[in-house]
Structure formats: structure tokens, C-alpha cells
């Protein structure tokens, strides 16, 4: 044993470590063939209408900053994220161009002017929407103005769908909750014993006006989006009842931890069950629902998830474990067929990736995450087979994009222990770069980087801002030996040769 040796066994002896329990365990995966394709702006924003205008700007002022965030996560052929319009304000919003008193529930007033802060997000950045429809106002004939002015007001083709309702299996009840110094109240819209039957006819009502108005231009509808996973596994009844009238979507919201139930949460044992296997829960019944909806021909979408229900817990959800949780569920959502993933946002909250309320912008750990996702997901790329279980505190996804490029995400769940990751990848690749996603802690709220790159470095204009940072990275025949410290990700890219 050398001198330097000697010296360093006789440290871990003393600390009561052996040598060889310090190295860093070795995870294992063979990069196989490619799979499914993940589809353009996969990672989207859920917005409630309430906030729109902190996240939009007011009519005449356009948020540039939160423009150039979507050019951003849209950069490298990804697509600019899709912005889904909705959550409990769905039913808390009708078209009222005239100012009339509002109904019992109703908080927003859509108009034209309030539709045109809309136009400048699609024009400028490319962004499509999914507009959020009011069901429980019971009343189709708003819907369909609602409908037909947001589809005069935006770019042609800019609607991607309109949903009908949020979150339906819940209108039998009240829920209230808060979130800092805000408190939120969703009302009861129907009688306490509302059930399937009931929501299957409250569809057959407003369908059929919507289609009989519907123009050229006119979006798919869209149905779905239930909290319960009771009525979620169902969803082939409602789409027999719906067969061929317009519908292209069925929607899903999923959150693995449920603050809604716990208001004061343990912060610490939450963090490890959203790195555990109960944080990719959503992942796995997401996978069946996809079984269950492809054989209608109706793509399924994701249109609200984040990591705990009820605005989020703090120190959670506004931490960089939420950073490595929305990394990797995004690539399981992809890998299980879904259209598209929406996380969810609004101002105040705690899960809000950013927030723009106050007058002041807040960027949380959790926009890294999409980030980091996007990063891995560029130039057309498609996903590729990686063995791995979903309780695996290191979790490896890979794709090849259009021009043969691999990029391997690697996102290291374990927040004590470094990780070494050894990667056999295809033939014919060179050499590669490692950027790493960081933070200090898992408990982190700022602080972040991406490849030595921050949104958090001066004032906040929708850009990264620092020098690039990565590492190079030379193979041994087809192996790549990535290390990872604790609660970290890196990605590597390797070009063909």
C-alpha cells in the first residue's frame, strides 16, 4: 500500500468507515435502442386564470421576461411549452364582454381586452393554449362565447384544445386551503351524491351546442381531468359516451403528496417520499390511463400536476428536491405515452415554478427541472431504452435526436450519498460533456445552476445568464463513467463520431 493510501484508510478508520464502504456506489445501465418519440413542447405550464395578467402583463404592456422564458425552454427544436389555462379558476371564469353581475362562484370576467394579453404570449413566442372551460356555470351558451372570442382574439390555430370543466368528481364538496397569507376556497357546484351519470349528461349538454357552433378554426374538446384516481380508471366510460363528437383529449391531474389532507406536513420526511417511489406514483397510473385511452383514438394529456395538491407545502415544493422529482417524472410521463405534461401555477403559490405577483419575480428550484428536461429532449430526439426500476434512487434516461446526438440524463435522488453512474452506451459516439444541475441541499430554494448557468443572476429577463460550465467526459470502448454528488443530475452529451 502506498504512503498516500495507508494515509487515507487510516482517516476512514478513524471516522469508523471503511475504505471501501467511502467510494461512492457504482449504478449500472446499458443505453439501448430508440423508443417512442417525445412530442414538441412536452413540458408545459398550468396558470390559473386569476393570475394570468401577473404571468401575461396587462393589455398594451406585455411580461417580455416571462415571453423569453418560453423561447428558452423552447430553445433546440424542444418547442415552446404549452400553457394550459385553468385548475379551480375553470369554473370560476365566463365570458362577460358586457360587465353583467356575475353568478354565484364566479371571480373572473372574460372579455376581449382581457383575451388580448393573451395574443402577444402565441405571437411572440409561439406558445399554444389549452383553455380551461367553465362546466359548472351550467351554461352552454357562455361556454360558446367564451369559446368563439378566444379563438377570434388569438393566431389561428393557437387554441390546442378546451376542456370542459376541472376537476368534476370533486364538485359535490367544499375545499378551502391556504397558501402564505392567501386563502382559496373551491365551492360546491352540485349536490353532495354527484356521480358519473350525473357529469355524462352535464357533457351531453354542453357538447352538443359547442359543436353545433363550431367553426373551422375551432379546437378539439376536451374532458377528463378529474383529482380522483377512482374516477380516473373509468375513463373509457366517458369516452364510450362521448365516441366520435369532437372530443381529442382526455385530461389527468396528479399530485403525489396531498397537502390538501395535511396542512402543517413533516417538511424533511416529505422531501424523501417525493424522491421515493411514492413521488413517481402519478408516472405509474399515468401509464394506464395511456392503455386505457389510446384504443379511442384520443391522445391523453397531463393538464396539472405538481408535487403536492392545495398551492403546495413550503419547503417542498418550492425546493430543489422538487428540481430532481419534476426531472425525472417528466421523462416517465414521456416514456409512458403521454401528449403532453402542464405543471401547475399560480401567484402565491408555493409550487409555482415562477412567480410573477407582488411586483417581484421568484424563480423556484422546480423551473430547473423543466429545464434540465428540455435540455435532454432536443432536436427531435427520441426517447431510449434504459433497465431501471422505479424505486431506484438514481434514475438514468436517455434519447438520440434527429442528428444522432445521446443525451443520458442522470438525476441522483439520493440527498447523503455521491453516485457513480456507468454508462454503456451505442457504438460509433465520441467523447463527451457532462453539465450538471446543482444546488446546495435538497432543501435549497435559490441558489440554483445548470451548467454553471442561473435565471437568478441579476434582474430577471427569461434568459440563463454565467458561463457555461461542463466537464469532458472519455470513454473506454463504449463505457461513459459519470460521477454524481448527492441530490444532483448531470447530463451527457455525446456526438457521433
Not at 118 to 136: C, E, I, K, M, Y
Request: positive net charge; glycine residues 12%.
Amino acid at each position: 500500500m502506498s504512503a498516500g493510501a495507508a494515509l487515507a484508510a487510516s482517516i476512514f478508520l478513524a471516522l469508523g468507515v471503511s475504505a471501501a464502504a467511502a467510494k461512492p456506489p457504482v449504478v449500472k445501465r446499458t443505453i439501448g435502442s430508440a423508443a417512442a418519440p417525445v412530442p414538441r413542447s412536452f413540458a408545459g405550464l398550468s396558470i390559473e386564470y386569476w393570475s394570468a395578467l401577473d404571468y401575461f402583463g396587462a393589455a398594451g404592456q406585455p411580461n417580455l421576461p416571462f415571453i423569453q422564458l418560453l423561447r428558452t425552454l423552447g430553445e433546440g427544436g424542444v418547442g415552446v411549452p404549452t400553457i394550459h389555462l385553468g385548475g379551480n379558476s375553470a369554473d370560476e371564469t365566463w365570458w362577460n364582454p358586457d360587465g353583467r353581475a356575475r353568478p354565484s362562484g364566479v371571480l373572473v370576467d372574460a372579455s376581449p381586452a382581457f383575451f388580448s394579453t393573451f395574443g402577444p404570449v402565441a405571437s411572440q413566442s409561439g406558445a399554444h393554449f389549452v383553455l380551461g372551460g367553465n362546466l359548472a356555470i351550467a351554461d352552454p351558451v357562455n361556454a360558446t362565447g367564451f369559446l368563439g372570442a378566444a379563438v377570434a382574439a388569438l393566431p389561428p390555430g393557437s387554441i390546442a384544445a378546451y376542456e370542459l370543466g376541472n376537476e368534476p368528481d370533486v364538485y359535490g364538496r367544499t375545499v378551502t386551503f391556504q397558501v402564505g397569507g392567501k386563502t382559496v376556497t373551491r365551492l360546491q357546484h352540485r349536490p353532495a351524491d354527484y356521480e358519473m351519470p350525473q357529469y355524462l349528461a352535464d357533457l351531453d349538454s354542453y357538447i352538443a351546442p359547442l359543436n353545433a357552433a363550431r367553426g373551422a378554426a375551432w379546437p378539439p374538446l376536451a374532458v377528463g381531468g378529474f383529482a380522483r384516481h377512482a374516477w380516473q380508471v373509468r375513463a373509457a366510460t366517458v369516452l364510450q359516451h362521448v365516441a366520435n363528437r369532437g372530443v381529442g383529449y382526455f385530461q389527468a391531474h396528479a399530485y403525489p403528496l396531498n397537502r390538501c389532507r395535511y396542512p402543517k406536513p413533516p417538511v424533511a420526511r416529505w422531501r424523501r417520499q417525493l424522491l421515493a417511489a411514492p413521488g413517481t406514483l402519478p408516472v405509474a397510473r399515468l401509464a394506464r390511463l395511456v392503455k386505457d385511452v389510446r384504443p379511442f383514438g384520443i391522445a391523453t394529456r397531463l393538464s396539472e400536476i405538481n408535487s403536492a395538491t392545495c398551492g403546495g407545502a413550503p419547503g417542498v415544493s418550492d425546493a430543489f428536491a422538487s428540481a430532481l422529482w419534476a426531472a425525472d417524472v417528466l421523462f416517465g410521463m414521456a416514456q409512458a405515452g403521454v401528449a403532453g405534461v402542464n405543471v401547475h401555477s399560480w401567484s402565491g403559490a408555493s409550487y409555482a415554478p415562477i412567480d410573477f405577483s407582488g411586483g417581484q419575480t421568484r424563480v423556484r428550484p422546480l423551473l430547473y427541472g423543466m429545464l434540465f428536461f428540455d435540455r435532454a429532449v432536443q432536436n427531435g430526439a427520441r426517447l431510449l431504452d434504459v433497465g431501471q426500476r422505479r424505486s431506484d434512487p438514481v434514475k438514468v434516461w436517455a434519447t438520440r435526436d434527429a442528428g444522432g446526438v445521446v443525451r443520458v440524463a442522470v438525476i441522483n435522488k439520493d440527498s447523503r450519498r455521491a453516485q457513480v453512474a456507468a454508462l454503456k452506451l451505442p457504438r460509433r459516439l465520441g467523447p463527451g460533456r457532462v453539465e450538471r444541475l446543482l444546488a446546495h441541499t435538497v432543501a435549497s430554494r435559490s441558489g440554483v445552476t445548470f451548467g454553471g448557468r442561473s435565471f437568478e443572476r441579476g434582474g430577471f429577463d427569461g434568459r440563463l445568464h454565467g458561463a457555461v460550465r461542463s466537464s469532458r467526459v472519455r470513454p473506454r470502448g463504449r463505457l461513459y463513467k459519470v460521477r454524481l454528488p448527492a441530490a444532483s443530475a448531470a447530463l451527457l452529451t455525446v456526438r457521433p463520431r
